[in-house]
């Protein structure tokens, strides 16, 4: 008896050391590509041979998606209801009302409200100088802005002339700002591919290498045609300073978003498409729901970012948001939460030169959104290893190096099945569901006899591959589902009403509220918003005619790049990153911040020579780069100085020296990894 107990360990050791080294990744790469090919054969044959089987699947397709509009109806609703309190709430007042504090700097609290710190990453590739001048002159109006920003540009090596806006950009922002710093994301890293994650990891590392405290900083990732108003910096800076150190650790924030920028100028099935990303967007950020997505621009604290390693930056990471979501979440074992939060990210609808470019970008724009199918294999592929060799997986017990902790508290294998059931639901919904419903509907539509006046066609084809009638209970489901889709009709007068609404307010009353000098009694005053975009799209009720474009929308932005990017995934995980057309601004209204009188002019940018007599000022503003002291070791990356001590950035950073926040002990511990190698 004393030999079983150890020989059935090493067993069951050995059995997950086997799953552990399976290739997981490859086999779920392909499992959405396989399982659609499926749904196609299925539709072909399924309804004349299994009508059984294909009744189940496409009722349970119906169900489901009538789910998901309830859930959207509620989630917008709930939205709507919101918007309203969240600008008028000072959220100063109501962190000294909840802590005690006497004001943002009283001590008494753990973390004062005015010691946050926000490091703001704008990752930027060929974009207008005009769009990142707005951007920035809209972050620059907030109160804040000198006392608690730090902004990043995040630049890529890869665009010519890269470092030359940076530097033009410092030197006209070098005083709106807590601080403001550039890096240079190299060429060519192993394992990396292009795109907004990779250069989103390379300055969050240098940003978080050069930081004296990750304990009071929120990491903000941000477009560089996005717009925030001041209030969702206020309101994060609220959850995160009156929550608990250990909750802080777990803190990511999501905005609500809203297309309030060019909308106007775009197709209507395009405005359609993106305003229904946004509802999806909104359809998890009701109070009960244990799943929020975020998307595009968001909030994490520093310390979760560090502990998990930063963002990845391999092809699975495409889609670096619901990406970052699903690698804290099981790093954390499902504890990491997300704070939706209702000041909206304000972004621009992308555009092209004529009606049939501007789908033709927005398509191109969702294969590149549906390549996150690789995340549903991701979810997939930790989700088995942590069930079945917990531990095994080494990016999933990362987190626990932080700190000190007890075995018994290993949080790889400590998630929630019902979450985790929830979030594997949320992923196929994203990525599979639409798709298949849209698919199943317009085969059966063409090749099943149904109705009064059934097609030839469908009467040809039916004949071809059976000599029985239509069974009975697949006639049934047929009509039954036809009146399930109907019934869909419901939720949606719901959420139409709600988007309105919501659409309304942020991008319209509050703007005209907080400029008002008199207020009827009793109205509550919006809180300061900050610098308005240039760009400006309201809606009116002419608008509700975008609703009627919703199937062609889905069936163009949805069904098809889904259609497109799964089969290409069968053979590939690498996708060609191209950078969406943004709307073109005018240059002198886009320019609100006054400059130092020492600044760089805006059009030295797009000079390849160097201003005459100012290569003294180039060469202070080139210190605001924070990553000229490392070397990286990568074979097509020259830019580097050869002089300085070399060590590499490609390893993630231990947890355990990001805490300390000493550039020297980082620096030996890359360098010590670089040689082990």
């Not at 070098?174 to 292009?194: C, K, M, N, S, W």
């Not at 004296?212 to 990732?221: A, C, L, P």
């Not at 509802?279 to 244990?290: D, G, L, R, T, W």
């Not at 809606?539 to 290409?568: E, H, K, M, T």
Request: net charge neutral; charged share 20%.
């Amino acid at each position: 008896m004393a030999t079983t107990a150890p020989t059935s360990a090493s067993m069951s050791l050995s059995i997950s050391s086997v799953i552990a080294r399976a290739p997981w990744r490859q086999i779920f790469q392909r499992l959405p590509g396989v399982w659609l090919i499926g749904v196609f054969l299925f539709g072909l044959f399924g309804p004349a041979h299994l009508p059984y089987a294909f009744s189940a699947y496409f009722i349970l397709l119906h169900v489901l998606f009538i789910g998901s509009s309830v859930r959207a109806a509620y989630g917008i609703y709930y939205a709507s209801s919101q918007v309203v309190t969240w600008s008028t709430t000072d959220w100063l007042e109501k962190y000294c009302a909840k802590t005690g504090a006497a004001n943002g700097r009283d001590l008494r609290h753990d973390l004062p409200f005015e010691d946050v710190n926000h490091v703001i990453l704008l990752p930027n590739y060929k974009e207008n100088m005009d769009t990142l001048c707005e951007t920035l002159d809209v972050l620059a109006s907030h109160s804040r802005a000198l006392t608690q920003y730090k902004v990043c540009l995040a630049m890529e090596e890869s665009e010519a002339g890269s470092e030359r806006k940076a530097i033009a950009l410092v030197s006209r922002y070098a005083d709106a700002f807590l601080q403001i710093v550039y890096t240079i994301h190299p060429v060519g890293l192993e394992g990396e591919i292009r795109g907004k994650s990779s250069n989103v990891s390379w300055a969050a590392k240098q940003m978080a290498r050069k930081s004296k405290n990750h304990r009071v900083e929120i990491i903000t990732v941000m477009d560089a045609d996005t717009c925030f108003t001041e209030d969702y910096f206020t309101s994060i800076t609220y959850f995160f300073s009156t929550a608990t150190p250990e909750q802080r650790r777990l803190q990511m924030f999501a905005p609500s978003t809203i297309f309030d920028r060019n909308a106007k100028d775009v197709p209507l099935v395009v405005r359609c498409s993106d305003i229904m990303w946004s509802i999806a967007v909104m359809s998890n950020f009701f109070p009960s729901c244990p799943v929020r997505f975020p998307c595009s621009a968001y909030s994490i604290s520093m310390e979760l970012a560090s502990s998990v390693g930063f963002w990845d930056t391999g092809a699975e990471a495409m889609g670096e948001d619901m990406h970052m979501y699903l690698k804290c979440y099981f790093a954390t074992g499902g504890r990491v939460h997300v704070e939706p939060i209702f000041s909206p990210a304000s972004c621009c609808n992308i555009e092209g030169n004529g009606v049939v470019a501007n789908i033709w970008a927005r398509f191109n724009q969702a294969k590149r959104h549906l390549w996150g199918s690789l995340d549903t294999g991701y979810a997939l592929r930790r989700a088995l290893l942590g069930v079945l060799a917990p531990g095994l997986d080494s990016a999933v017990s990362g987190f626990n190096d932080l700190k000190s902790r007890k075995k018994s508290d290993d949080v790889s294998s400590s998630f929630k099945l019902s979450t985790l059931g929830i979030l594997l639901h949320r992923l196929m919904e994203a990525h599979i569901i639409v798709g298949h419903l849209f698919v199943l509907i317009i085969m059966t539509s063409i090749l099943i006899p149904m109705g009064p006046n059934p097609s030839t066609f469908a009467i040809s084809y039916w004949d071809s591959v059976t000599s029985q009638g239509i069974h009975p209970f697949l006639s049934l489901v047929l009509d039954l589902c036809g009146w399930l889709r109907f019934l869909s009709a419901l939720p949606m007068a719901v959420t139409i009403v709600s988007y309105e609404k919501y659409h309304r307010w942020v991008g319209s009353e509050r703007w005209q509220q907080v400029a008002a000098k008199d207020l009827p009694a009793g109205t509550p005053r919006v809180q300061p918003l900050g610098l308005r975009s240039q760009l400006v799209t309201v809606r009116s009720r002419y608008n509700l005619v975008d609703w009627i474009a919703l199937p062609v929308s889905g069936f163009l932005f949805q069904c098809a790049p889904q259609v497109v990017a799964q089969v290409i995934q069968l053979w590939t995980d690498r996708l060609d990153y191209t950078v969406a057309v943004k709307p073109t601004l005018n240059p002198a209204a886009s320019h609100h911040h006054k400059p130092p009188a020492d600044a760089l002019p805006i059009e030295t940018a797009s000079s390849s020579t160097e201003v005459f007599g100012r290569e003294d000022l180039i060469s202070d503003l080139k210190g605001h780069r924070i990553d000229f002291d490392v070397q990286v070791i990568s074979p097509r990356s020259q830019s580097l100085s050869p002089k300085l001590p070399v060590y590499s950035e490609i390893d993630t950073l231990s947890p355990l020296a990001l805490e300390s926040g000493s550039d020297d002990r980082i620096r030996a511990e890359v360098h010590t990894s670089s040689r082990r190698e």
